[in-house]
């Protein structure tokens, strides 16, 4: 019996790597054989959220660096789906709180003529500084209270 070969792939901005994106990455990878990270371009987190710190082409390069990733790129700057297109990965998974209504994302891919399953992940690492906000309000804190 052939196993088939299973693409997965995930989104993020990666801006401050921390442990819990770290657990997102290995729970990714253990949902197919190759993983592909796509980073969220400068020019469209600008629009949505806020511009970034990091330069995507420095978080492309820490996220190439990073065991078990198979391939790290950069989004699109118009249109999210293309480079899924390009894929056409097995799997899309999104972590417990990326801002992504699953079943729309489902009738996206299906529109497009995709048969890829969504994974949503919910292990997440609890306590400590696991996430990019937390990171930031610890070293906004810190310098205060240095001041």
């Known amino acids: 019996m052939n196993k088939k070969y299973k ?3 995930l989104t993020g901005v990666f801006e401050i790597l921390h442990p819990g994106h770290i657990l997102f990455l290995q729970e990714a990878k ?19 959220k806020r511009k970034p ?21 950069l989004g699109d700057e118009d249109d999210i789906f293309k480079p899924i297109m390009q894929i056409k990965p097995d799997i ?15 009738r ?23 996430s990019s906000g937390k990171i930031i309000e610890a070293i906004i804190k810190s310098r205060i209270t240095r001041s």
């Open 108 to 130: 996206e891919l299906e529109r497009r003529g995709l048969d890829t399953k969504v994974v949503r992940l919910n292990k997440f690492r609890e306590g400590g500084l696991n």
């Open 92 to 106: 899309i998974a999104l972590g417990k709180n990326q801002h992504f209504d699953e079943d729309e994302l489902k």
């Open 7 to 9: 693409k997965v792939v």
């Open 53 to 73: 710190v990091i330069p995507e082409d420095h978080r492309l390069e820490v996220l190439r660096g990073i065991k078990g990733v198979d391939r790290a790129i």
């Open 30 to 48: 253990k949902l197919g054989d190759e993983l592909t990270v796509i980073i969220g371009r400068d020019k469209r987190l600008e629009k949505s």
